[in-house]
């Protein structure tokens, strides 16, 4: 089954190089993965609401969540698992970035669907659809760029849920306990 996997990984990372890379395209995504790197984007989106008295329970539950999903990925999976980097095993995958840990899973992925959810379940929509939006963008740049196997990408995206999931059960105040 892991072999399997490991090469529908490869056939979808060749297919985005050869049928999805564009030029014009490159520095839109380049600037997209550069926005997840070492989750800064999320990070200062968390101070943004953690300074705004309406809002600082999301700063809360984002800086939870981002920081339950680095200890998962960045922490113990990266580590415990040491998959190599795509562009070191897939003859003929040229890598747009490098990046200097291991593969699985993605902490960009992580990273950006953990704070993302957060945003999404606990501000106005205008504010929540956006910030899928991107969290989305950026977990698919990983793949554009040729820095992770589409399941790094996957695994990587369900840990930031669930670590947005715990984050938002662990902050929930008194009136939401009562209703449940």
Same mark, same amino acid.
């Given at each position: 089954?892991?072999?399997?996997?490991?090469?529908?990984?490869?056939?979808?990372?060749?297919?985005?190089?050869? /049928?999805?890379?564009?030029?014009?395209?490159?520095?839109?995504?380049?600037?997209?993965?550069?926005?997840?790197?070492?989750?800064?984007?999320?990070?200062? @989106?968390?101070?943004?609401?953690?300074?705004?008295?309406?809002?600082?329970?999301?700063?809360?539950?984002?800086?939870?969540?981002?920081?339950?999903?680095? @200890?998962?990925?960045?922490?113990? @999976?990266?580590?415990?698992?040491?998959?190599?980097?795509? /562009?070191?095993?897939?003859?003929?995958?040229?890598?747009?970035?490098?990046?200097?840990?291991?593969?699985?899973?993605?902490?960009?992925?992580?990273?950006?669907?953990?704070?993302?959810?957060?945003?999404?379940?606990?501000?106005?929509?205008?504010?929540?659809?956006?910030?899928?939006?991107?969290?989305?963008?950026?977990?698919?740049?990983?793949?554009?760029?040729?820095?992770?196997?589409?399941?790094?990408?996957?695994?990587?995206?369900?840990?930031?849920?669930?670590?947005?999931?715990?984050?938002? $059960?662990?902050?929930?105040?008194?009136?939401?306990? $009562?209703?449940?």
């Amino acid at each position: 089954m892991l072999q399997f996997i490991t090469e529908l990984d490869g056939r979808i990372l060749l297919f985005i190089q050869e /049928y999805l890379r564009f030029e014009w395209l490159n520095p839109i995504v380049l600037f997209l993965t550069r926005l997840g790197d070492a989750g800064v984007i999320w990070i200062l @989106l968390a101070a943004v609401f953690l300074i705004q008295k309406k809002y600082q329970k999301t700063g809360i539950s984002m800086a939870i969540a981002l920081l339950l999903g680095l @200890l998962a990925t960045n922490v113990l @999976l990266k580590n415990w698992v040491c998959r190599p980097r795509p /562009y070191v095993t897939i003859p003929g995958l040229d890598a747009l970035v490098t990046a200097g840990d291991w593969s699985f899973p993605s902490g960009h992925s992580t990273s950006s669907m953990a704070a993302a959810v957060v945003i999404f379940c606990r501000t106005p929509r205008k504010i929540g659809i956006p910030a899928m939006i991107l969290g989305v963008l950026i977990c698919l740049s990983r793949l554009y760029v040729g820095v992770h196997y589409p399941s790094d990408v996957i695994c990587g995206a369900l840990i930031g849920v669930l670590a947005a999931a715990c984050a938002l $059960r662990i902050t929930r105040d008194e009136k939401q306990l $009562r209703q449940n």
